[in-house]
């Protein structure tokens, strides 16, 4: 053979050989422990989206987040690895030292699936208090003595808190805890005092006797609660604050595979049984394009550390 053609076919063999993506299973990080918001919405949507290969759904909890976050920006950007979080994906790199990622340079943003009507801000109903009103005014006279928790610094769980405390001038105690389940576990035993944690998982405690629903952090209220006001409403002028749900690959991952991800995120979240369950769920599909994505992740990230430098200054 002459020895042209065997360095073409040589050259060939590669793309004559290559599987179309995917060709093996894809891994979903979550970095919170499971039955979290995010890991329930991933599962939601996962069985609703067709790609041939599994999706394997991966909880690497820890640190608010940075531990999952930070080992999927170090994975190959081959879409074989995602990263599907909250908000807290923008929210916690300002509150922490040396985290060992950008939110924004070190991801390839996809789609925003999801998004809620806010956090309920919770107490035990043993809790001396009936509004937001008369807990302010109870950590006023009891200076250092409330505690709230939080899934971690930047969470949010932990960014509402805060930013009440700034606004309202009041002291209290954050506790930091891995998950969400984990707080509300000490909510419902009374050793924790407050807790901003998502609306559905609120409501299903409320309607159980568990806790006291005070407030919502959104602009607007959620039929799931009706009965209960917004922190606008209680007197916090400005106050809106809601959790978003997105999907994230490596920096620099195909441009073609991120279509097909968000046109398969897009017809999950069109599903009948997802929007119920969504709405279940207080929540809202959203499936973003990745361009505006990117754009609304950029934004979000100069507004959280716009914020967090006011809520580390202890002003509005």
Do not use: C
């Not at 063999?13 to 995917?22: D, E, F």
Request: hydrophobic share 45%; net charge neutral; aromatic share 8%.
């Amino acid at each position: 053979m002459h020895r042209s053609l065997v360095l073409l076919l040589a050259l060939a063999a590669p793309a004559l050989y290559a599987q179309p993506w995917p060709a093996k299973p894809i891994h979903v990080v979550v970095p919170s422990p499971p039955g979290g918001p995010p890991d329930l919405i991933i599962r939601m949507l996962a069985p609703k989206m067709s790609f041939g290969q599994p999706l394997v759904i991966e909880n690497r909890a820890g640190a608010g987040g940075i531990v999952g976050t930070a080992y999927v920006a170090k994975t190959p950007a081959d879409g074989y690895t995602w990263l599907f979080t909250t908000a807290s994906h923008v929210n916690t790199p300002p509150f922490n030292d040396n985290v060992p990622f950008d939110p924004v340079r070190d991801f390839t943003h996809v789609t925003l699936a999801a998004q809620n009507y806010g956090q309920a801000l919770i107490v035990p109903p043993a809790a001396p208090y009936q509004s937001v009103q008369e807990l302010i005014a109870h950590a006023r006279a009891h200076p250092g003595k409330l505690n709230y928790g939080s899934a971690g610094i930047g969470t949010a769980s932990h960014i509402p808190a805060e930013l009440m405390k700034s606004m309202a001038g009041v002291d209290l105690v954050g506790v930091q805890y891995k998950g969400v389940a984990e707080v509300m576990t000490d909510v419902l035993t009374g050793r924790i005092d407050l807790f901003f944690v998502g609306t559905q998982i609120a409501a299903q405690q409320a309607h159980a006797g568990k806790v006291r629903v005070l407030a919502l952090t959104g602009a607007k209220r959620w039929k799931g609660l009706p009965d209960v006001p917004t922190m606008q409403e209680a007197g916090f002028e400005g106050y809106n604050l809601i959790n978003w749900f997105g999907l994230w690959l490596p920096a620099g991952a195909a441009p073609d595979i991120v279509k097909r991800i968000h046109a398969e995120v897009r017809n999950a979240l069109a599903d009948p049984d997802v929007k119920q369950q969504f709405d279940a769920q207080g929540l809202e599909g959203v499936g973003m394009p990745p361009a505006q994505f990117t754009e609304f992740v950029e934004k979000e990230a100069r507004f959280i550390n716009e914020l967090a430098r006011k809520i580390k200054a202890g002003t509005r």
